[in-house]
């Protein structure tokens, strides 16, 4: 069986368990994986196999030489970073960065002696392990989710050349990457959906309430989540007369400016910031809340969302990116126009009356994310899909004749 190395920007990550699953799953089929961290680790568990920091400054040295080395294979990345594009200077200059911490990646992944890298998610770490795939003569992979396609997609017409086969987690992301990226295969750019396991979320009654509407949110406390608007939907619900308590659930760099905005609407007895919550803890939350809220500007499709459908809760989220193909308005749950203050209160309101009929929603939830979004299932598509397109790739020869006899 194959030898892969796994690299993520960093890992293990709790808010990422999907990356440890499918690690778990290639394993289980006897591929030896290599697990990677493009950023340190800490104390965290488990431990990563490579970490790319603290530097260790002979690999570093050594990869320099490797560069000069394998001239011949990174020459067009060079010539890209440089001469192509529209990045700017200082994209330019950090991608020629990422280049050389490739190549010391390659260095650290030489021992190994691997046959494929993948990277989860389109971040610099997919630059890494793209480079050190060419230098070490082996396929590269990646899968893409959202912020990492939308928001931050420097330098994704190199990687979707390079790779063997993309991952990408709904169909909107794959139409989304072919309509952009024209030159791309169809063929490469595979739907593979994630999941949450439905022995671990049982349905939970639907917490009905006559006075009170109780709003959760479940999402790491970063601008990208947008919780700032559901301050001030909550804001404006309180000078409309609706008694609500707002639980945000997550911990992030966001969290002073969110805790001072709550402070200067008036909202410190509707609104609390949880922190971080484990996993095997959500389940209360889950259980207080009416509707789970998700505000984001940006996503994939969020493991909250799919979460809280299992669980027969009522969703109200933004019609963005692959949501819709979890929430269907009216149907599986409730959307709103992205960045629509007004829609996003005003379908609250209509929740706040109508939550006692829409059992209807509740059960269709659960049944529409058992049907298209059970992890185990697609754990075992994955495994599938990524084994078969391992063995279906040679593996690439870049170096010259020539050097080759220096």
Not at 73 to 97: D, Q, T
Request: charged letters at 20%; hydrophobic letters at 45%; aromatic letters at 8%.
């Amino acid at each position: 069986m194959p030898t892969i190395a796994y690299i993520a920007n960093q890992f293990p990550a709790t808010v990422e368990p999907y990356v440890e699953d499918e690690i778990l799953e290639l394993r289980c089929r006897g591929a030896r994986v290599i697990t990677s961290t493009a950023r340190s680790a800490g104390h965290s568990c488990p431990t990563p196999d490579v970490s790319l920091q603290p530097l260790q400054w002979f690999a570093l040295l050594e990869s320099l030489l490797l560069l000069v080395r394998r001239a011949s294979a990174i020459g067009p990345i060079f010539v890209r970073i440089l001469f192509h594009g529209r990045e700017s200077l200082n994209r330019r200059l950090r991608c020629l960065l990422h280049t050389w911490l490739g190549a010391y990646y390659a260095v650290l992944l030489q021992p190994f002696d691997v046959d494929h890298i993948h990277a989860h998610h389109g971040y610099f770490s997919s630059w890494v392990a793209m480079v050190a795939a060419r230098l070490l003569q082996v396929d590269f992979s990646l899968t893409l989710h959202g912020s990492d396609l939308f928001l931050h997609g420097a330098y994704l017409d190199t990687k979707l050349t390079e790779c063997a086969f993309c991952l990408t987690i709904s169909e909107f992301n794959r139409a989304y990457i072919l309509r952009k990226f024209p030159h791309i295969s169809p063929a490469k750019i595979i739907v593979q959906r994630l999941g949450v396991d439905p022995s671990s979320v049982p349905a939970c009654a639907p917490a009905i309430r006559t006075r009170c509407m109780v709003l959760l949110s479940v999402g790491r406390l970063h601008p990208v989540k947008n919780h700032s608007f559901l301050l001030d939907a909550c804001a404006r619900l309180r000078d409309q007369g609706v008694d609500t308590l707002c639980l945000i659930a997550g911990e992030g760099s966001e969290r002073r400016f969110l805790e001072q905005k709550i402070e200067a609407l008036g909202l410190a007895n509707r609104v609390s910031l949880l922190g971080h919550i484990p996993h095997g803890e959500l389940e209360p939350l889950y259980t207080l809340a009416d509707v789970v809220v998700l505000t984001s500007r940006s996503e994939g499709i969020p493991l909250a969302l799919m979460e809280a459908m299992m669980r027969e809760k009522l969703v109200l989220a933004p019609a963005i990116t692959g949501i819709p193909e979890l929430v269907k308005d009216g149907q599986t749950g409730f959307l709103f126009q992205p960045g629509s203050l007004d829609e996003f209160v005003a379908r609250l309101w209509w929740l706040r009356g109508a939550a006692p009929s829409l059992d209807h929603v509740r059960h269709a939830a659960r049944a529409h994310a058992l049907a298209h979004f059970d992890r185990n299932t697609n754990l075992h598509s994955f495994g599938d899909v990524f084994l078969a397109r391992m063995r279906r790739n040679p593996i690439p020869v870049y170096e010259s004749p020539v050097l080759q006899q220096i």
